[in-house]
């Protein structure tokens, strides 16, 4: 085709909003212009940061100036965003009487936070709250549990979890539970068990997101057959750009995409750059040696723990090639070019990730990546889908299920 017809071709194909055809690159002024008006309109939301650690381990708070912390009130406001989950982790392994403590100290600090700072922060607990609250011009917080281990093998406890608020499951973290094997760990159940199924059809009763971020690519395909709800990855990223077991691969983003689900691209250098990851690797025998010290050292003084882990970090982080921010906009181009620009969004990973790609070092610099995919050539409407609105969808279908399965047995819709 001549260079003019195939211009006039995109053109009118962009003009009909055809699904997944982008418009020709923009200029830097041009993205501008449209990057400002998508976020006015769009509402930002990001499905994982680990902030909450931060909040009760070292008593941070949300609205301090100047935090050290990749999330902070001021920082939220700078990055335009709408909603944010914080994750409530407990490490793998833990003693089994601790789990519920812990999981129930971070849900309590993070509603703590909330309460105190009301006039910027509201919790939602559907997605009807965080459209409400972006328009009440207010932080919508909601909470994702991390890693099926926190319910203990009960469905009870996993009833009490949502009513404290949480909306997503994440079903392992590091390590297999029992009935769902990790990305990063040998598998036992060999994907599902029959109580993998059970936690899955709950999940779909209560009305609460299935994340598959972090499971084997077994527990991934059980879960995609057993699920009647469209499910997220959280934060992952692409394998194809990025080996590692963490990111998904190009036949996982597709049956994601048949499942009508969304992969929230995490900003972890690592997940998003194997030259990064390589580089890393080389250094990670002296970098844990390191670090094991200075958990020795300041073992009883988390706050300065923090402090000291922050500075070997920064020192690490100067000896590696720290990829761009264009990094993470390559990963949704993936994804939208493999699924389509209906299966993809933001899940950063903040405050648990130790890098983070230069230009979005941040929740502050989340406008840098809306200018970044604007110059790309995505239409407004579909910045707007990938920076939200496709988790707003799959939110609200999983929402549709819980009433309908609840209301077929007759139970509380
Ligand atoms: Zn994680």
Redesign the pocket.
Known sequence: MRAWLRLLFTSLLCLLAVPAVRCAQRTRAEAEKIAAKVLEQAILIDT?A?TPLALLDEEYDLAELNSPYMISLPKMREGHLGAEFF?I?VRPGSPRQDMARRALGLIDVVNEQVARHSEDLEMAHTADDIVRIHGEKKIAILMGL?GGHIIQDDLRLLDIYYRLGTRYL?LT??ADVGWADSSTDKPRANGLTAFGRQVIDHLNRLGMMVDV??VSDRTFFDTLAATQAPVIA??SSCRALADNPRNLSDDMIRALGKNGGVIQINFYSQYLDSAYAAAYAKLAKARHAEYRAVRRKYASDRKRLAEELRKLEAHYEAQLPRPGLERIADHIDHVVQVAGVDHVGLGS?FD?IDSAPRGMEDVSKLPNLVRELARRGYSEDDLVKILGGNLLRVMRQVEALGRRMRSEKGEQP
């Open positions: 994982h680990d994750s982790w991390e994440t973290h590091s971020s972090h959280s934060h990973d648990g």
